[in-house]
T-cell receptor, first 112, second 114 residues
Framework: EDQVTQSPEALRLQEGESSSLNCSYT??????LFWYRQDPGKGPEFLFT???AGEEKEKERLKATLTKKESFLHITAPKPEDSATYLC?????????????FGQGTILTVHP | KAGVTQTPRYLIKTRGQQVTLSCSPISGHRSVSWYQQTPGQGLQFLFE???????NKGNFPGRFSGRQFSNSRSEMNVSTLELGDSALYLC?????????????FGNGTRLTVT
């Protein structure tokens, strides 16, 4: 069964305090691991796609990495505007490319 | 380029009624998927349409249905509404059907069933 587990559930940081969010997933048939950011009252905003172990992608203060069992979202020197819920999702094999299995998310709060 | 547009943004309905939600994908995107988001269950897949055909369906009762038109716009319908159907309904589109493009989400329709 597809399963995605994110930790921690919530994370409170001081501005400038770097940290990492974790996403672990069931291994078989991975066809993409996705990171999204969701602000209150809005839909998820696409951040990154990772396809193979060892792959890394960066955008501003965010860096996503992928191993065979998990993905990390590293946040370097965060700012208050980085506060949001970060969602991880996997796409399984098969022909239904629109079906993603999401984790429960990590609520990130960055204090000034 | 305009993003995914969902209408209406908010809806209040009574138990037993039915509701239709609308989604306009990003121009050129042919795949449209629908998700339900609740505090308890998170984001759950409802169904996916590609070129007017339902390609996959999630584990939801038959009261939930959808369709896609030739211009890729999509609608979902929920009949005989229950209190538990209160949720944020999200539509997402992607460029093509080969699995390489990510899903881009709209801001959702907030449905409240009283």
């Amino acid at each position: 069964e597809d399963q995605v587990t994110q930790s921690p559930e919530a994370l409170r940081l001081q501005e400038g305090e770097s940290s990492s969010l974790n996403c672990s997933y069931t291994v078989s048939g991975l066809r993409g691991l996705f990171w999204y950011r969701q602000d209150p009252g809005k839909g998820p905003e696409f951040l990154f796609t990772l396809y193979s172990a060892g792959e890394e992608k960066e955008k501003e203060r965010l860096k996503a990495t992928l191993t065979k069992k998990e993905s990390f979202l590293h946040i370097t020197a965060p700012k208050p505007e980085d506060s949001a819920t970060y969602l991880c999702a996997r796409r399984a094999g098969g022909t239904s490319y629109g079906k993603l299995t999401f984790g429960q998310g990590t609520i990130l709060t960055v204090h000034p | 380029k305009a993003g995914v547009t969902q209408t209406p943004r908010y809806l209040i309905k009574t138990r037993g009624q039915q509701v239709t939600l609308s989604c306009s994908p990003i121009s050129g995107h042919r795949s449209v998927s629908w998700y339900q988001q609740t505090p308890g269950q998170g984001l759950q897949f409802l169904f996916e349409y590609f070129s007017e055909t339902q390609r996959n369906k999630g584990n939801f009762p038959g009261r939930f249905s959808g369709r896609q038109f030739s211009n890729s716009r999509s609608e979902m319908n929920v009949s005989t509404l229950e209190l538990g159907d209160s949720a944020l309904y999200l539509c997402a589109s992607s460029l093509e059907g080969t699995g390489k493009s990510p899903l881009h989400f709209g801001n959702g329709t907030r449905l409240t069933v009283t």
